[in-house]
């Protein structure tokens, strides 16, 4: 079995290309909350002129989707970042639940979130090809619960196809998501406790 890529080393690898060719690139951050942006976005600004991507039809339900959108909207401001933008897509949560029909009873972690990483993924892609972005990546590799070997191969294979370059990451390496807790502490940020959608909010009973 090949050895697992360590996607912190080959990010660091690409923030030291960048930065020995006096290069920063525009980079189209997905965003899925403030939390998980609050150390991605620490880590980034130095390296890429950065525009936050906040696209999540899976959010469930409506009143959590816009909490979630308004406490990132609060922390790109609070914490300094007010020269980075945040582009709200239309909410329209049937684009999830077409997506991942039949996939209703996965467990968490399971094919239905393949199937979510990719459409937030995709459109994220889609978006920067059309508004000029080199660079695209996803702040949701700095949770403990996500996977990032298949966000980096999704993204990987995504740049590919519509001629961007994907950051490959794991926010979370290099004490990246305590980083989180404590800036979410510092800026007294909401953290939510269950993933986004309805099965994952059903499966932790909350």
């Known amino acids: ?10 990010m660091e690898k690409t923030l030291d290309a960048l930065a020995a060719r006096g290069e920063r690139p525009r980079l189209l951050l ?3 909350c403030a939390p998980c942006s609050s150390a ?9 002129e950065l525009t936050i991507l906040y696209y999540n039809p899976n959010i469930y339900p409506p009143e959590e989707y816009r909490r979630r959108e308004a406490e990132l909207e609060r922390f790109v401001q609070d914490a300094g ?14 684009e999830f639940y ?4 039949g996939l209703e009873e996965e467990p968490e972690r399971g094919g239905r979130c393949t199937v979510c990483y990719r459409l937030r ?3 994220a892609a889609q978006y920067a090809a059309a508004n000029g972005f080199a660079w695209f990546t996803t702040t949701l590799s700095i949770s403990p619960v996500k996977d990032p070997v298949r966000l980096n191969a999704i993204g990987t294979e995504l ?9 490959q990451s794991e926010f979370r390496k290099k004490d990246g998501y305590k980083r989180s807790l404590a ?24």
Do not use: W
Request: proline share 4%.
């Open 40 to 48: 991605t976005l620490e880590r980034l600004a130095g390296h890429f």
């Open 30 to 32: 997905h965003a899925c």
């Open 98 to 101: 077409s997506a991942v029909k």
């Open 183 to 206: 800036l979410s502490a510092q800026y007294g940020l909401y953290r939510q406790d269950y993933c986004g959608c309805e099965f994952s909010k059903r499966a932790r009973g909350v």
């Open 121 to 123: 993924l995709e459109r």
């Open 1 to 10: 079995m090949a050895n697992r890529i360590n996607y912190e080393k080959e």
């Open 159 to 167: 740049a590919e196809q519509y001629g961007l370059h994907y950051l």
């Open 81 to 94: 970042y007010a020269g980075v933008p945040v582009v709200e897509l239309p909410y329209d949560p049937q």
